[in-house]
């Protein structure tokens, strides 16, 4: 579910702690954008049916789960993250691809 992106700081030996400060884990391409389709269409759920708590509590989990994928505080942040992560283009992707938060 995750991928591991590594520096070029990697090739040089400054030991575990400064390899695992330049290696940092993203989440899969395919898996945000299926999460993201799950949680716009338990979006469309929840606003049809309010009252119904089962589809309110997934509604809940998944935007918990894009949370945690994304690194986000909120669902409104998770959402966009995760929307700009599967929607940015291939070269602008390799050149975000080595900053913090992405």
Known sequence: ????VASAADDRDYGATQEMEDTMLLPDRNTV???LRHYRAQERT???RPCDLSARRR?????YTLCVLM???TAREAVHAAE?????D???RQALEGLPGL
């Open 1 to 4: 579910m995750f991928v591991s």
């Open 33 to 35: 954008d299926r999460l």
């Open 46 to 48: 929840v606003l049809a």
């Open 59 to 63: 509604f809940e989990d998944t935007a």
């Open 71 to 73: 690194g986000e505080r």
């Open 84 to 88: 700009h992560y599967v929607t940015v």
């Open 90 to 92: 291939p070269a602008a």
